[in-house]
C-alpha cells in the first residue's frame, strides 16, 4: 500500500526557507513520477513541481529559481526546497506519486499524502 507523508511545513517570513519532506512506503521513489501541490483556501490543487524517475523536473512558472525538487532514492523520500518565499506561497503543501503521465495536472496522481502547511508572513 501507498503511503505518503509530508513533513517540514511551518511558518516562515517572507525571503526565508522552507524545506519539505516526504517519506514514501509502499514503493520504490525510482518507479514512479512524483511531485509537490498546493492548495489554497477555496482552490483546486495546483501543481509545484514534479520529477520522473529519470530525474526531469518540470515547475510552475511561479516557483521557478524559488523551488527545487528533488530525490533520495535510498531513503524514500522526495524533497521541496523553498527559498525566497513569497506571501502568496502560503497553502497546504501535498506530495503524490504516480506512474502514468508526469507532470503537473493533480488528476494524473493516484496517490497523496495528507498536506502540510505552510504560512509565509510579512
Known amino acids: 500500500q501507498v503511503q505518503l507523508v509530508e513533513s517540514g511545513g511551518g511558518s516562515v517570513q517572507t525571503g526565508g526557507s522552507l524545506r519539505l519532506s516526504c517519506a514514501a512506503s509502499?514503493?520504490?521513489?525510482?518507479?514512479?513520477?512524483v511531485g509537490w501541490f498546493r492548495q489554497f483556501p477555496g482552490k483546486e490543487r495546483e501543481g509545484v513541481a514534479a520529477?520522473?524517475?529519470?530525474?526531469?523536473?518540470s515547475y510552475a512558472d511561479s516557483v521557478t529559481g524559488r523551488f527545487t525538487i528533488s530525490q533520495d532514492n535510498a531513503k524514500n523520500t522526495l524533497y521541496l526546497q523553498m527559498d525566497s518565499l513569497k506571501f502568496e506561497d502560503t497553502a497546504m503543501y501535498y506530495c503524490?506519486?504516480?506512474?502514468?503521465?508526469?507532470?503537473?495536472?493533480?488528476?494524473?496522481?493516484?496517490?497523496w499524502g495528507q498536506g502540510t502547511q505552510v504560512t509565509v508572513s510579512s
Open positions: 503524490a506519486a504516480g506512474r502514468s503521465f508526469c507532470g503537473l495536472l493533480a488528476f494524473t496522481f493516484p496517490y
Open positions: 509502499g514503493y520504490t521513489t525510482n518507479d514512479y513520477c
Open positions: 520529477i520522473t524517475v529519470n530525474g526531469r523536473t
